[in-house]
């Protein structure tokens, strides 16, 4: 009987560690889903495979929310001087100025959905060209790129940026020759440039930041200000509702830009709602801020060459959430300010702003 108990006892006491064995096995974690099949041929996969598991392994048992928002503070510490967006780390180098075409035969063009900011002159024959700033990132393929202008040397220069052209009017040549601009003139420095075969020349002549690269890396680092006054809560105060915005520039080269209340951003046209201004990848340009700067004009020589005013100051239109802010600019320590009724710097949402440089007197209609 003694011997039959003791069978008996030695029996529960297995079962018990039996029993916590699979408790101590249900606690551990769960596999690694793996979502599709693998060859065990294949090399990719196998490393996959590791490497999930590998990760897995570093994984903490558990991630706090004070954690979670320590790193998100951490990873978005700066903001862009240009955009007002924010930025994982802060940068210090020159920022990028290029003169870039905008005649039928140069659309679509690229780079300029990438741009920090994008200014509009009317040049000679009322054809428009853009002068596109970037900072800190560079696209790999900026273009089509074109002559210098004095308007655009001068804005150029106003961010201390490094300038990208291709030869400039006799006016732009004499600005350059001083010597106080830092630019790439394709004409003497055609490594930092290339030709598409996709397209008949001028309208083909590209940069970026594959041959630019290193030029910039070697330039004398800069820590740049805060270009505009970014808001952070979107709070208006005299302002008119404008959702549909036609710039008039001249003939063939009217902007019209058209409110998308949901996404809070602008897109842009040429000529006429049904004409859609695309980049070369197929995507409508938009714009967040939309500044309508009115400057003194006049035609300067036979060809029709433009003097524009960028000192005098006049007056201005902000566009922005579906709104019209009336202001004006002045040239201040070197750099244009823009200011609200109020005399204070106006608002800005923080994303891409368009600047779009006409004629006092032009017609704009929202």
């Known amino acids: ?6 069978i008996m006892a030695v029996i529960i006491l ?43 392994e570093e994984v903490p048992d558990e991630i706090s929310e004070d954690s979670e928002l320590e790193q998100d503070s951490y990873s978005y510490k700066a903001k862009s001087p240009f955009t007002g967006l924010p930025l994982q780390k802060n940068y210090y180098q020159r920022a990028l100025a290029v003169s870039i075409e905008n005649s039928p035969a140069a659309r679509p063009q690229t780079g300029l959905a990438q741009a920090d900011i994008v200014y509009e002159f009317m040049l000679e024959g009322g054809i428009t060209r853009f002068l596109a700033i ?28 490094l300038f990208l052209h291709a030869g400039a009017s006799p006016d732009g040549f004499a600005m350059l020759s001083q010597g106080n601009v830092l630019h790439l003139d394709q004409i003497y420095q055609s490594n930092y440039f290339w030709r598409s075969s996709k397209r008949k020349a001028p309208h083909n002549l590209y940069s970026g930041k594959p041959v630019l690269q290193d030029y ?16 952070t ?22 902007v019209l830009y058209k409110y998308d209340a949901l996404h809070n951003i602008y897109f842009r046209y040429l000529n006429d709602v049904s004409n859609p201004h695309l980049n070369e990848a197929g995507d409508q340009l938009t714009a967040k ?49 823009y200011l609200n009724k109020s005399g204070k710097e106006i608002e800005l949402n923080p994303g891409q702003t368009w600047i779009e440089v006409i004629n006092t007197g032009a017609e704009i209609i929202y």
């Open 1 to 6: 009987m003694k011997f039959k108990c003791k």
């Open 14 to 56: 297995l079962l018990l560690v039996l029993l916590t064995g699979c408790t101590k096995k249900d606690d551990s974690p769960a596999a690694i889903p793996v979502e599709k099949s693998i060859d065990k041929n294949n090399t990719s996969d196998s490393q996959q495979v590791d490497k999930q598991l590998d990760q897995s």
């Open 134 to 161: 970037y900072w800190p990132d560079i696209p790999a393929k900026i273009g089509p790129i074109r002559s210098a202008r004095p308007a655009l040397i001068e804005t150029a220069t106003d961010y201390d940026a």
């Open 216 to 231: 910039l890396a070697s330039l004398q680092a800069k820590e740049y200000p805060e270009q505009f006054n970014f808001s």
């Open 233 to 254: 809560v979107s709070l208006l105060e005299d302002f008119t509702k404008a959702e549909n915005i036609t710039v008039d520039y001249w003939g063939s080269y009217s």
């Open 289 to 337: 801020n939309i500044i309508i700067q009115y400057v003194n004009m006049k035609t300067k020589d036979s060809a029709g060459r433009q003097d524009i005013d960028l000192n005098s100051g006049g007056k201005i239109e902000l566009f922005r959430d579906g709104t019209v802010i009336e202001g004006n600019w002045i040239r201040k320590n070197g750099r244009i300010n």
